[in-house]
Structures are given as structure tokens and as C-alpha cells.
């Protein structure tokens, strides 16, 4: 069965390069002609791993092409996975797979809602790919995926295609655990990390905001029916802290080149949870306020 690629970013590039480099049919799904053209004058995808460049010829058209679609990885933001569906919805066979790689939480639920006849698989992933150039991708870091879907813990019969492309991977019956878990991680480091302007490994510098997050957070998780995800949180977030010292978090590489964050699918998120629960997070909401503040004063989106 191919797979349709929608998001020709960083980590739907990587997927699109390695399992077309284990034989399985793929295509990806380009946002307009002019994207579809610039494409097709590169010649493909370039995968660059270890220092290693091979380029993949893999196929790729538009959205408004014809052909049904039964299995979509969607790997754009947050922000645009509901419209990016949208263009492509009337192409989706009854009982098509969608596999939702996005950051955050909320635009997944946006997704399934819209697509009721279809079965949407929500994905979790730590790895690491960056674009040094349109249409080359770099694996820059060994991670893993897990996948799950809310409403059926049955896995699809088809993990094994991911064994052999290399994707490692594991089927999560909690999956929600894994990104509440991943949510609170971000929140708790990515905010901070933009207004202090500083790489992750800088927030060592600030050991009593990150402490004061977390323990807010806990509270939260606890309030959302997740106690698993708020297990040792602060410890987490301090190994994640000195475990990517070097790296820029994405939000931070978001503003510091004048793109749209996913701030309402991280914060803007656990915020508007903690208010459905009527739960006092204080310092979560001052640390939306002064995101939302840098965020206008560079002239970027607010949501």
C-alpha cells in the first residue's frame, strides 16, 4: 500500500526518505505547482545521514491529484494539520489510516473530529531531522516513535513495514500518557528557552522558574486523569535539559526565525486545560502572558 507523505518538512521528509529506501511505495503530497515544480527540478529527496547524501526519485504531486488515499502520514505544525487535511479529505478511502505527527496536543482531536470515518493514529516522536537546504533532510538524532489511537488499542497489521524502512517504533496503548508527557516536557523547557534566549543546556541557570513549572504541571497531569505522565517530571525535564545542553528547542529556532510557534498546542493548551478544571496554575499562566508579549513584540502570530 503507498504511503502518502503530507509535509514535506523535517521529520515527514525523514520518514518519506527511509521507506522509500526500504521499497515501499511512497508519494509526496506537495502543496501547490510551484512547490511540485521546485521539486521536480531538485530531482527528489536527499537524505544526509552520517555525513552520507543519497538521493530518493520519490514520486509527488499535488493534493487535488485523484488517486485514493489509504494510509497519510500528516507531518506538518500543529496549526495547519486541520487545513492540510482539508485539502486532501475528499481523496481518503473509507477506512483510511492517518498517522498525526504533530507537537502538542489539541490538533490531533481537531483532526480525528473532522475525519469521523476514518482511523487516526496519533504519534509521538524523539527524534531529530533539520532541512539545511529545500528538499535535503539531516538525521541528526537517534530517536524513537510511538504510536497509538485513543479509541482502539488494536494495532494496525502493518508495523512491520516501519521495522524494515529502519523507523524505530514501538505501538503505545497509552499513547495519550506519552504526550501528555511530552507536552508537560515542553512547556516546561521550551518557553523558557525563548524568553531567556538561551539553548536548552542555558536553563540550568534558572533551576527555581523550571522547579516551579513542574510542580504546577504535575498538578495538571494529576487534574487531566494522567498520573503515569507526571511520574518523576522534574527529574525528566532536568535529564532533558542536560541531555540536549547544545540544542536550540524548536520553539526557540521558530522565533528566532520569524515562524509561527505552536505555542496554543503547547502552552496555550495546558493552559486552557487547567481552566476547564478549575485548577490555580499561576506561574503557567505569567508564562504564557510574557511568551505572548515577546511573541507581539517581534510581530508573530499569537496563536
Known amino acids: 500500500m503507498t504511503w502518502h507523505i503530507l509535509g514535506a518538512g523535517s521529520l515527514g521528509s525523514l520518514w518519506a526518505a527511509r521507506l522509500a529506501r526500504a521499497g515501499m511505495p511512497v508519494r509526496l503530497i506537495l502543496r501547490n505547482r510551484q512547490r511540485l515544480e521546485a521539486y521536480q527540478q531538485a530531482g527528489g529527496l536527499t537524505l544526509i545521514e552520517s555525513g552520507q547524501a543519497q538521493q530518493y526519485a520519490i514520486a509527488a504531486e499535488l493534493p487535488q491529484a485523484d488517486t485514493p488515499i489509504h494510509r497519510l502520514l500528516l507531518a506538518c505544525k500543529a496549526y495547519d494539520a486541520q487545513s492540510a487535511v482539508a485539502t486532501i479529505a475528499e481523496r481518503l478511502a473509507p477506512g483510511a489510516e492517518l498517522l498525526l505527527l504533530q507537537n502538542g496536543l489539541g490538533s490531533q482531536d481537531e483532526v480525528a473530529q473532522r475525519l469521523p470515518k476514518q482511523r487516526c493514529l496519533f504519534v509521538s516522536s524523539t527524534e531529530g531531522a533539520f532541512r539545511p537546504a529545500d528538499f535535503q533532510v539531516v538525521f541528526a538524532g537517534n530517536g524513537h516513535n510511538w504510536l497509538g489511537d485513543p479509541s482502539d488499542a488494536q494495532p494496525p497489521t502493518w508495523l512491520h513495514e516501519l521495522q524494515r524502512a529502519g523507523i524505530a517504533h514501538q505501538w503505545s496503548p497509552d499513547i495519550l500518557t506519552r504526550l501528555w508527557r ?83 498546542y503547547l502552552l496555550g493548551y495546558a493552559c ?15 508564562l504564557q502572558q510574557r511568551l505572548l508579549r515577546h511573541l507581539d513584540d517581534r510581530g508573530l502570530p499569537l496563536n
Request: aromatic letters at 2%.
Open 182 to 264: 511530552k507536552l508537560a516536557l515542553n512547556c516546561a523547557i521550551n518557553p523558557l528557552t525563548v524568553l531567556h534566549d538561551c539553548r536548552n543546556g542555558g536553563l540550568i541557570e534558572h533551576p527555581a522558574e523550571v522547579a516551579t513549572l513542574c510542580i504546577e504541571l504535575d498538578e495538571l497531569l494529576q487534574r487531566c486523569g494522567q498520573p503515569a505522565a507526571a511520574e518523576n517530571l522534574h527529574e525528566e525535564v532536568q535529564r532533558v535539559i542536560s541531555a540536549t545542553a547544545a540544542n536550540y528547542s524548536s520553539m526557540h529556532q521558530d522565533v528566532a526565525q520569524g515562524r509561527r510557534t505552536e505555542i496554543s
Open 272 to 286: 486552557a486545560a487547567a481552566q476547564r478544571h478549575q485548577l490555580h496554575v499561576p506561574h503557567l499562566q505569567h
